[in-house]
T-cell receptor
Framework: GENVEQHPSTLSVQEGDSAVIKCTYS??????FPWYKQELGKRPQLIID?????GEKKDQRIAVTLNKTAKHFSLHITETQPEDSAVYFC???????????FGSGTRLSIRP | GAVVSQHPSRVICKSGTSVKIECRSL??????MFWYRQFPKQSLMLMAT?????????EQGVEKDKFLINHASLTLSTLTVTSAHPEDSSFYIC?????????????FGNGTRLTVT
């Protein structure tokens, strides 16, 4: 089955700087890669997703890149703000309709 | 749209009792729901996939007799933790998708924090 690894486990950046979180997956058949943001005690919220027919997707300060050959995908947050502090999870699946497997999470802290 | 409601949000029960958690899709029909478990400061671990009208598919290592899943209607799936023990204390979260949302992402319920004393 699918295995998703995520790095780093914790990340602290100065407000205004960029943050990058990286994930790898094992199943080459996976074609859907969402990213979720989870605040303490709350549900995961989808922030961006990418499908395997696209190499990069951007939504304001958030971008995701996908390298299917290397089975890597990354989340980039630019101009970080205090409200970006949360735990971020990457995930992989065969499609948005199937089950998705989560990475281990990255706790992002934005220093004022 | 795509609202998923989960109830209760918190429950405390005594060891040996059973607890039922409900997951409802409020504005769409959910043909498939997924149940996850999350320990403190850890990732979401998929427990099972629940399909309306059929038996749930459990992930490896998840005891189907311990975690009973019922998906009797297109808007409701339930997870029953039977004979709960302190090690079952965790955050349980459901997610759902509908037949008309095949190209849409999964949406999660608010989660249920279970504490077994």
């Amino acid at each position: 089955g699918e295995n998703v690894e995520q790095h780093p486990s914790t990340l602290s950046v100065q407000e205004g700087d960029s943050a990058v979180i990286k994930c790898t997956y094992s199943d080459s058949a996976s074609n859907y890669f969402p990213w979720y943001k989870q605040e303490l005690g709350k549900r995961p919220q989808l922030i961006i997703d990418i499908r395997s027919n696209v190499g990069e997707k951007k939504d304001q300060r958030i971008a995701v890149t996908l390298n299917k050959t290397a089975k890597h995908f990354s989340l980039h947050i630019t101009e970080t703000q205090p409200e970006d502090s949360a735990v971020y999870f990457c995930a992989a699946g065969y499609s948005s309709a199937s089950k998705i497997i989560f990475g281990s999470g990255t706790r992002l802290s934005i220093r004022p | 749209g795509a609202v998923v409601s989960q109830h209760p949000s918190r429950v405390i029960c005594k060891s040996g009792t059973s607890v039922k958690i409900e997951c409802r899709s409020l504005d769409f029909q959910a043909t498939t729901m997924f149940w996850y478990r999350q320990f403190p400061k850890q990732s979401l671990m998929l427990m099972a996939t629940s399909n309306e009208g059929s038996k749930a598919t459990y992930e490896q290592g998840v005891e189907k007799d311990k975690f009973l899943i019922n998906h009797a209607s297109l808007t409701l799936s339930t997870l029953t933790v039977t004979s709960a023990h302190p090690e079952d204390s965790s955050f349980y979260i459901c997610s759902a998708r509908g037949s008309s949302l095949a190209a849409s992402p999964l949406h999660f319920g608010n989660g249920t924090r279970l504490t077994v004393t």
